[in-house]
Every structure is written in C-alpha cells, then in structure tokens.
C-alpha cells in the first residue's frame, strides 16, 4: 500500500543544535517533494520543495535533501532555535500537474532553551 | 496581500444537521483546494477548482459532500446531513494557475459533529 511515514515521536532537541526530520515513501514515485511547517490552530505553511531530479535544496537555515533511491527525505534546521518548535509536515506531488498533495502525519519538533 | 480566510473558524453542529464553509483564497488565485484532517490523520485532498469548474474531486468522501465555487471566486463545502465521522478540521488552498506545487493553506474550519 502507499504510505509517507514520518518520526511519529516528537522529537526534542536542545536550541543551536541541527533538527534533522525523516520522511519516508512507499509504493510512490513523486515528482516532487515538500516540507510544510503547521503551527496550533493554524493552516500548513510551505517552506521548501525539492524535485526528482534534485539531492539537496537550501533556504537560509533549511535544507532538505531527496534520495529517490532510498525513497527519504531528510529535513534539517540549522541553529535551532526556540521559535522553530512545530509540528512539520512532509508532502509530495506525483506530478506537477496532478491536483492534489499528498501529507504525511507530519512530526512535532520542540526546541529547548 | 490577504492570505486564504476560512469562515467560521469553529463549527459545533449535530448529527444530522447541515453545516456550509467558506473560503476566499487569495486574490487572483484561479486554483482553489479543499482538505480536511480527521482526528489522528494525516491531512487529505479532498478536491480542486480551477476557476468555478471542478478540475478533480477523487478525494470527497460521499455524496453528503457538495462543493461550489459560483463565479470563479470564494467556494461553499456543504455537509448535509453531518455525520460523527466527519469531525476534523477542513482546511482550504489556493494558488495561481499554472502553479499547483505551490499552495497557500488558510487556517482551517474545525468542524465537531455531536
């Protein structure tokens, strides 16, 4: 069956230390891929999106890397920081032009001061 | 720029009755998406206007389900009647044509069904 995996385990991480998120596909084969952040009570906010044809993809502290062998996609916060603790979704696209994006149930990261 | 708003923010309704949500996306946005989290899920697609047509709706549950997007701007989901399994939030996206990767979420209506 098809299924995205994500830590299911909030992940606790001390504030400046590298948060690293695991996703995991089966039995897909994306064209794309994305990580959201979701806050309590709000709507998921795009952050980044990496292609097939991609390895790796930065924004200032985010990096994200897409190995479409292994079927994963690491999600790293460089410098935690407090202000990151969320719950991050992990999403991909079987083509650029299908409609839909498909979710993971997403992990909850919390950063200590 | 406003982003997607979703009205009402909270709904509290009881089996059987009717419940209509909103959503206006952000202006300009000819794609517009309906989603929706049940308790303990992952988030899930439930369809896709481009402009007032229906461009995909593989993910509505079942017929209780009617969406509406009249004149190519804000769009209706309806539930009638309600069932308990209904329960979630129901989040809606839009995006300009073309860009389908690149969706905007509003903040969601939670939606108790008692």
């Known amino acids: 069956s098809q299924k995205i995996e994500q830590n299911s385990e909030a992940l606790n991480i001390q504030e400046g230390k590298t948060a690293t998120l695991t996703c995991n596909y089966t039995?897909?084969?994306?064209?794309?891929l994305q990580w959201y952040r979701q806050d309590p009570g709000r709507g998921p906010v795009f952050l980044l999106l990496i292609r097939e044809n991609e390895k790796e993809k930065r924004k200032e502290r985010l990096k994200v890397t897409f190995d479409t062998t292994l079927k994963q996609s690491l999600f790293h916060i460089t410098a935690s920081q407090p202000a990151d603790s969320a719950t991050y979704l992990c999403a991909l696209g079987e083509s650029s032009s299908a409609s839909k994006i498909i979710f993971g149930s997403g992990t909850r990261l919390s950063i200590r001061p | 720029e406003a982003g997607v708003t979703q009205f009402p923010s909270h709904s509290v309704i009881e089996k059987g009755q009717t419940v209509t949500l909103r959503c206006d996306p952000i202006s300009g946005h000819d794609n517009l998406y309906w989603y929706r989290r049940v308790m303990g899920k992952e988030i899930k697609f439930l369809l896709h206007?481009?402009?007032?047509?229906?461009?995909?709706e593989s993910g509505m549950p079942n017929n209780r389900f009617l969406a509406e997007r009249t004149g190519g701007t804000y769009s209706t989901l309806k539930v009638q009647p309600a069932e308990l399994e209904d329960s979630g939030v129901y989040f809606c996206?839009?995006?300009?044509?073309?860009?389908?990767?690149?969706?905007?979420f509003g903040p969601g209506t939670r939606l108790l069904v008692l």
């Open positions: 039995n897909y084969s994306p064209a794309y």
């Open positions: 996206a839009s995006s300009q044509i073309g860009r389908i990767e690149t969706q905007y």
């Open positions: 206007f481009v402009k007032e047509s229906k461009q995909d």
